[in-house]
């Protein structure tokens, strides 16, 4: 049987050089070269892109929200990995 | 109407883009996916601000004090210069599809050759328009070959639409004495050799779609020289209405 649900994929964008990959959002498209020139189409419209990746949203791998507590509260009380405590000189700039 | 030669050439690039434009716009809100109707709409865009550009030169090469939407929006059938193949209506996606990779096949490389001929305002806005004609190559290559190598019912209509199609795609090729003159003075150039071009972009398209080739038989022609098929009246009174209503109305 042919499968008629067109399989969903995640769109990831770089929008300057130097920058990191953002997710922006998903399209539909049957195959990864559709899904790359939708991701285009929909996404880059106002010159948001120099570089887009696409990836298929199945093949992502997610955490579970019921496990959020164990997860990631035990971050919430380490305020120590917080690199507030530390004077930075002037000098250095950006951080 | 005495009209020069540039001014003809630069007219029918215009008209060429705009009723090509137009029908895309008409698929918004209508194509299969969201995606998709993005896709046409971005490619109708591209033609509309090609469409622009050329309407502008021309309206300076006129020099009569006409704008841009007096030539767009106030002109009848008779007096639009674009081919046939243009104007042909959307029928179903496989040939909406397969009119935008014949034309676009032939308008990559006819604006990339534009692009170094000696009409600099010609040459500027071809240089601009190549890249957008590229895209839509790539991107109607891609669905004509999914089409064409997919289901039964979708190879069946994108063969129909290459078999309805193909008889406008001559037009493309052709050029009058007019022309021909701006041509040998170096200040445009001559589409018919582009024809090598343009079927080395299309044959493996249309080989990898598992579609076959019409035949070049007879060729239908006329749209270049006012002689328009039935379709183009109607699509001017849709794109027409408002200007026609309320003459002279801005936003």
């Given amino acids: 049987m042919t499968d008629k649900n067109t399989p969903l994929w995640e769109v990831f964008i770089r929008t300057r050089n130097g920058m990191a990959h953002r997710h922006v959002g998903s399209v539909h498209a049957a195959d990864a070269t559709m899904a790359l020139q939708n991701a285009r189409d929909v996404y880059t ?16 791998t997610a955490s579970d929200p019921s496990e959020k507590g164990m997860m990631f509260e035990p971050a919430d009380s380490k305020i120590y990995r ?3 405590f530390y004077d930075v000189p002037d000098d250095v700039g950006h951080m | 109407m005495a009209e020069t030669p540039l001014f003809a050439l630069t007219l029918r690039l215009a008209d060429n883009a705009l009723i090509l434009g137009h029908r895309l716009s008409e698929w918004c809100g209508h194509a299969p996916m969201l995606e998709e109707d993005l896709a046409l709409a971005n490619m109708g865009l591209d033609l509309v601000g090609q469409a622009r550009s050329f309407y502008d030169y021309a309206t300076k090469l006129e020099g009569k004090g006409r704008d841009e939407d007096a030539l767009a929006y106030r002109r009848d059938a008779i007096d639009f210069r674009n081919v046939l193949l243009v104007e042909q209506p959307n029928g179903d996606f496989a040939a909406t599809i397969v009119r935008q990779l014949l034309y676009a096949a032939f308008a990559e490389p006819y ?11 010609l040459a500027a806005i071809a240089a601009k328009a190549v890249k957008e004609m590229a895209y839509h190559v790539r991107h109607t290559a891609e669905w ?3 089409l064409g190598d997919g289901t039964e019912e979708s190879h069946q209509r994108a063969q129909s639409a290459l078999d309805d199609l193909w008889p406008f795609t001559g037009e493309l090729f052709e050029t009058d004495d007019a022309e021909r003159g701006l041509i040998a003075d170096g200040v ?4 018919a050799p582009l024809r090598a071009v343009w079927n080395r972009t299309l044959d ?3 080989a990898e779609a598992t579609l076959a080739r019409p035949a070049d038989g007879w060729m239908q022609s006329g749209g270049r020289a006012g002689r328009h098929s039935e379709h183009l009246g109607h699509l001017l009174a849709d794109l027409q209405f408002l200007q026609r209503a309320y003459p002279g109305a801005t936003w």
């Fill in chain 1, 45 to 60: 419209r106002r010159g948001e892109g120099l570089s887009v990746w696409v990836v298929r949203s199945s093949e992502i």
């Fill in chain 1, 82 to 84: 917080h690199p507030t």
């Fill in chain 2, 111 to 121: 604006f990339a050759a534009l692009s170094r001929a000696k009409d600099e305002m």
């Fill in chain 2, 144 to 146: 004509t070959i999914r």
């Fill in chain 2, 188 to 191: 445009t150039v001559d589409p």
């Fill in chain 2, 204 to 206: 493996p398209i249309i």
